[in-house]
């Protein structure tokens, strides 16, 4: 009767750690899937009033953003454009 308990038990190991490998991929999945089309934000390859991305908190060097998809000009501009904050101190 032992070897069965074992059995499951190890049984248990395994479905739990297919299940945490499963969500770990899913979820990674997910954070990649979140960036939007730089069409729904009206991304442009030019700045736009003098602002542009690579002065916007969501930039991402040297081609990225956080929440748009796709290569990024540092010279693009967005709806979702969000200055940095100036850093004085």
């Given at each position: 009767m032992t070897k069965h308990n074992n059995d499951a038990t190890r049984r248990?190991?395994?479905?739990t750690g297919l299940a945490v490998v499963g969500g770990a991929?899913?979820?990674s999945g997910a954070q990649a899937q979140d960036k939007m089309d730089p069409k729904m934000v009206q991304y442009q390859d030019t700045p736009k009033d003098g602002?542009?991305?690579d002065a916007c908190v969501n930039w991402e060097p040297p081609a990225s953003c956080k929440i748009v998809s796709g290569k990024?000009?540092?010279n693009g501009w967005?709806?979702?454009y969000a200055p940095?904050?100036?850093?004085?101190g």
């Open positions: 248990q190991i395994l479905r991929v899913a979820v602002n542009k991305c990024i000009s540092p967005c709806i979702a940095m904050e100036n850093k004085k």
